[in-house]
């Protein structure tokens, strides 16, 4: 693999960067030092880059505080080949973001073809929503204990539930002959969604180097939006197999069997094994994830781990929870971590996207494209494109980068499907759509053009970016917070999935489509002025980011920082010496 990851040694302080902030155009780091054999030194306000005594350490760079008081993070990152240990973990984790893409993408077809197959009779449109929702309802009621299940199970353990979940939920619907079967084995699988959900993306986080933590945490998602076209693929196979549904249901075994048996021959994270005192292996599992480095490098890691590990008082777990959950809301670097995560979820799903994947199909018909899986694959093929583009360019380009395009792109698309469906004329009867206006489709036309752009912004932006939740939590509070951030996800997507044909019944298509647009632009400025960017630093150094403030102008200095230290280290084969100290 050609993706080497320079190794770093820094400590940060979580104290003065709203300092930094305050006059951020002065943000930047100096550099001073003694002596060329002796230690180099940069600064930035209150950060410190030393390097410690050549002697000993020739190729080590730590960021310090200037105040020991504020001693709370320490870092060190390794400078070797991404390891196959680190892909194959990666790869194995994202299976769940499969699953959560193949469970909620192939049940639109599975409802066409499923016919009298329950029951004995056609399923209301009541009864289609409820099985529909059922997994979503599912994955909003366990995302909400999965974060504290994680810090007391296991990351490793708890993936290995969700397949159990899988297999049940499964097994019920594949045999369903009655509505409520079919809902309850939704409602199931909707337990192991919700905890992929939650856990792949934080499993990928606590074990990736961090300059590209992004992507790999990205690549869950692209196996969640190729989750969904192959769900899609697969049901417009399907459609007309007699029982075809059931195929299709029967099909999301086989990742669920790969993932299970791989994490039978997996370690967790080396971060849990911390919290559980259980150093030895979390030393293993470092030492497989960074073949090159050597035995000490590891040990001072583990080391550090462990000093950043300050486990939350309690007797007991409930009590041990209660506090993990006033800690969430009172420490305020983790308040803004849950105001950046919730909100960033909130924001993934209230603008609409889920909605309009659901809604995609009957639009092209009305333009004269006849098969609505077809349309359905057009659509959710861009989503995935776009989500490859996002991994190419999210710890590149960067998070908040990323987020401030796709966001101003979707609105324009919703404005220009707004002003389309106004001339179009398209009205709602119950579920059906009338077009008012006859003949003339180029309205219909510009719909579908600019609903392919809105998912392209969306895969880019949106659709990715709050994945990334994990890394915005301090490790103590990681689980809990990023269990509010998942069940706002998905309560999110409850609401809109409820509450989308309401709309269109009530405000219009045009009505919809501006009110989401409306949402888009507000979405806009939240991150413009809450979410910072947060590419290349380490898991721990993002809570000095957010210590006093949402610190946008810091965080994009010392990202940037980040990036130049690591290609300085690049150039120079992996080697920091002195100059690059001098240098930076
Ligand atoms: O990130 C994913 C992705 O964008 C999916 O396409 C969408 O259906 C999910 O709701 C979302 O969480």
Redesign the pocket.
Known sequence: MGIHIPYLTSKTSQSNVGDAVGNADSVEFNSEHDSPSKRGKITLESHEIQRAPASDDEDRIQIKPVNDEDDTSVMITFNQSLSPFIITLTFVASISGFMF?YD?GYISSALISIGTDLDHKVLTYGEKEIVTAATSLGALIISIFAGTAADIFGRKRCLMGSNLMFVIGAILQVSAHTFWQMAVGRLITGFGVGIGSLIAPLFISEIAPKMIRGRLTVIN?LW??GG?LVAYGCGAGLNHVNNGWRILVGLSLIPTAVQFTCLCFLPDTPRYYVMKGDLARATEVLKRSYTDTSEEIIERKVEELVTLNQSIPGKNVPEKVWNTIKELHTVPSNLRALIIGSGLQAI??FTG??SL?YFSGTIFETVGFKNSSAVSIIVSGT?FIFTLVAFFSIDKIGRRTILLIGLPGMTMALVVCSIAFHFLGIKFDGAVAVVVSSGFSSWGIVIIVFIIVFAAF??LGI??V??QQSELFPQKVRGIGTSYATAT?WAG?LVIASTFLTMLQNITPAGTFAFFAGLSFLSTIFCYFCYPELSGLELEEVQTILKDGFNIKASKALAKKRKQQVARVHELKYEPTQEIIEDI
């Open positions: 893409g909620t998602s969640l939006t969904q993934q799903q996207w889920n994947m989503n969306y895969a659709g990715t709050p994945w996800n997507s």
